[in-house]
């Protein structure tokens, strides 16, 4: 039998008239469903693992390579090999470039996907994985809010897959023109929605959708990184990125510039299905909820969440921090409530954090440009400070990697005014002048949005 999924919400009392899901599920449903009856996270009941032996055979291997052994692992008993390794080899059809910034510093670069964001990575392989699992003849109807980056990677992954549509909920006035082009102009069976809103809202809008009776004909799915189909490719380049950077057994450290979590929650995981990770470290941007915690003990969500130029980390209350509790041992509920503490210590010794302003991030930009030639974009810099602040705090002598999310491409103003050069554009980027398309435009307002999804969704095939 596979991996059973259960609750992070499995042991709550009650939640606001919720009943606690206490029984477990297949991945292939926890895929499908995307989060659990109760509002709570997915998580996997028992965690494999792999040797050292394994990991470190991926040396020089391609990237599919380190995809396959990890889906295979999780997903072994339920999908066939070779439909596996068709999938991956399908997905990963990009570069995965490591750059040596100086000594031991290297930048793992996720930003060559198709649409310049390491979230092309997740949504690649659940686009394909959910294609799999579906039931045949019924329609699937995919529902993702997005600060900017997950739903043109979403919408990008599942373009032209049949038996699926996707709607991209964003908020109207925190997306780039650039993300706003990306995510409008899709087509095909992927559609925008411009919410007048936060972030938060869209993600409140599309929870509350799920967990609605009233549109449970319509197979609502998320692919959100509440999904845990989305954290499962998240762990793949950490194995990967080490096998190729480690002579074999030492610890590493990875910096994970970081919003909702999913990212740093695929370097968790990593470390705990065997790769040798000393310290993850979560810089975030001015939404400093989590280094917070950690400091203090005492958990306070950002509400409403603060804007700053990273802004696909602009997130005030993360959706996997539920899912850091529950694998150290606590219980917060999707408000920011926490039912249970974590061990706060261990967390501690394990993962470091830090909150970046905008003035460091801009620094830090040009700092790395004049020092090492290397364009960062704002999530990416927002990682390097993280990193540089570590390793001034600790004088830790690992190998570090710190992954840069996006192409700096997206952000043409921001580097321009900094660094006075003009990033290329991606191949992927260069005909979005030529597109097309407008978004549907919705109020944040649930029976609003309850009442457009009766109107447009379809339920057959
Ligand atoms: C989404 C995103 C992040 C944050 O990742 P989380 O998994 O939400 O923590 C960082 N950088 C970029 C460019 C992103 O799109």
Same mark, same amino acid.
């Given at each position: 039998?596979?991996?059973?999924?259960?609750?992070?919400?499995?042991?709550?009392?009650?939640?606001?008239?919720?009943?606690?899901?206490?029984?477990?599920?297949?991945?292939?449903?926890? @895929?499908?469903?995307?989060?659990?009856?109760?509002?709570? @996270?997915?998580?996997?009941?028992?965690?494999?693992?792999?040797?050292?032996?394994?990991?470190?055979?991926?040396?020089?291997?391609?990237?599919?390579?380190?995809?396959?052994?990890?889906?295979?692992?999780? +997903?072994?008993?339920?999908?066939?090999? #070779?439909?596996?390794?068709?999938?991956?080899?399908?997905?990963?059809?990009?570069?995965?470039?490591?750059?040596?910034?100086?000594?031991?510093?290297?930048?793992?670069?996720?930003?060559?996907?198709?649409?310049?964001?390491?979230?092309?990575?997740?949504?690649?392989?659940?686009?394909?994985?959910?294609?799999?699992?579906?039931?045949?003849?019924?329609?699937?109807?995919?529902?993702?809010?997005?600060? /900017?980056?997950?739903?043109?990677?979403?919408?990008?992954?599942?373009?032209?897959?049949?038996?699926?549509?996707? $709607?991209?909920?964003?908020?109207?006035?925190?997306?780039?023109?650039?993300?706003?082009?990306?995510?409008?102009?899709? %087509?095909?069976?992927?559609?925008?929605?411009?919410?007048?809103?936060?972030?938060?809202?869209?993600?409140?809008?599309?929870?509350?959708?799920?967990?609605?009776? %009233?549109?449970?004909?319509?197979?609502?799915?998320?692919?959100?990184?509440?999904?845990?189909?989305?954290?499962?490719?998240?762990?793949?380049?950490?194995?990967?990125?080490?096998?190729?950077?480690?002579?074999?057994?030492?610890?590493?450290?990875?910096?994970?510039?970081? %919003?909702?979590?999913?990212?740093?929650?695929?370097?968790?995981?990593?470390?705990?299905?065997?790769?040798?990770?000393?310290?993850?470290?979560?810089?975030?941007?001015?939404?400093?909820?989590?280094?917070?915690?950690?400091?203090?003990?005492?958990?306070?969500?950002?509400?409403?969440?603060?804007?700053?130029?990273?802004?696909?980390?602009?997130?005030?209350?993360?959706?996997? @921090?539920?899912?850091?509790?529950?694998?150290?041992?606590?219980?917060?509920?999707?408000?920011?409530?926490? $039912?249970?503490?974590?061990?706060?210590?261990?967390?501690?010794?394990?993962?470091?954090?830090?909150?970046?302003?905008?003035?460091?991030?801009?620094?830090?930009?040009?700092?790395?440009?004049?020092?090492?030639?290397?364009? +960062?974009?704002? $999530? /990416?810099?927002?990682?390097?400070?993280?990193?540089?602040?570590?390793?001034?705090?600790?004088?830790?002598?690992?190998?570090?990697?710190?992954?840069?999310?996006?192409?700096?491409?997206?952000? #043409?103003?921001?580097?321009?005014?900094? +660094?006075?050069?003009?990033?290329?554009?991606?191949?992927?980027?260069?005909?979005?002048?030529?597109?097309?398309?407008?978004?549907?435009?919705?109020?944040?307002?649930?029976?609003?949005?309850?009442?457009?999804?009766?109107?447009?969704?379809?339920?057959?095939?």
């Amino acid at each position: 039998m596979g991996i059973r999924y259960y609750s992070t919400n499995r042991n709550l009392a009650s939640v606001a008239g919720l009943v606690p899901f206490t029984g477990t599920v297949s991945f292939k449903e926890a @895929l499908l469903q995307g989060q659990a009856p109760d509002e709570g @996270l997915f998580m996997p009941g028992s965690i494999p693992s792999l040797s050292l032996d394994a990991v470190m055979a991926l040396k020089g291997a391609p990237y599919r390579a380190a995809a396959s052994l990890v889906a295979g692992a999780f +997903l072994s008993g339920e999908i066939d090999t #070779p439909v596996l390794e068709g999938i991956v080899a399908d997905a990963y059809n990009f570069p995965v470039p490591i750059e040596r910034a100086a000594g031991r510093l290297f930048i793992l670069r996720l930003d060559q996907g198709p649409t310049a964001s390491f979230k092309d990575f997740a949504a690649r392989m659940m686009a394909r994985l959910m294609n799999t699992f579906r039931t045949r003849g019924e329609r699937l109807n995919v529902l993702v809010a997005t600060s /900017g980056d997950t739903g043109s990677a979403v919408g990008e992954a599942f373009k032209g897959i049949g038996g699926i549509d996707v $709607h991209i909920l964003y908020p109207r006035t925190e997306v780039s023109d650039m993300q706003k082009k990306q995510l409008d102009t899709i %087509g095909d069976n992927v559609r925008a929605i411009s919410v007048s809103g936060k972030f938060d809202d869209c993600q409140n809008l599309v929870k509350q959708a799920f967990s609605d009776p %009233g549109l449970a004909k319509f197979n609502l799915t998320s692919a959100n990184s509440i999904n845990f189909g989305r954290i499962l490719p998240q762990m793949m380049y950490y194995i990967y990125c080490y096998a190729q950077i480690a002579e074999g057994g030492e610890e590493m450290v990875f910096c994970v510039p970081s %919003g909702n979590f999913g990212d740093a929650l695929g370097c968790e995981f990593a470390r705990r299905v065997g790769l040798p990770v000393k310290r993850l470290l979560m810089p975030t941007n001015d939404n400093d909820e989590f280094p917070r915690f950690l400091e203090t003990g005492v958990y306070r969500k950002v509400s409403p969440s603060r804007n700053s130029i990273s802004n696909a980390m602009n997130v005030g209350n993360p959706s996997n @921090l539920a899912r850091f509790f529950d694998l150290y041992g606590g219980t917060v509920d999707r408000t920011g409530n926490v $039912h249970k503490m974590p061990d706060l210590a261990e967390m501690r010794r394990r993962i470091y954090s830090v909150s970046v302003s905008d003035d460091e991030t801009r620094e830090t930009i040009r700092r790395v440009y004049r020092k090492y030639g290397i364009i +960062l974009e704002p $999530h /990416g810099a927002v990682g390097w400070c993280g990193l540089e602040s570590y390793l001034a705090q600790t004088g830790d002598q690992a190998p570090c990697v710190c992954l840069e999310t996006a192409h700096p491409a997206k952000f #043409p103003e921001e580097i321009k005014g900094l +660094l006075n050069v003009a990033p290329s554009l991606p191949e992927s980027m260069k005909d979005l002048d030529q597109r097309s398309g407008e978004p549907y435009e919705l109020p944040s307002d649930y029976p609003e949005f309850k009442d457009f999804l009766q109107t447009h969704l379809r339920t057959d095939e």
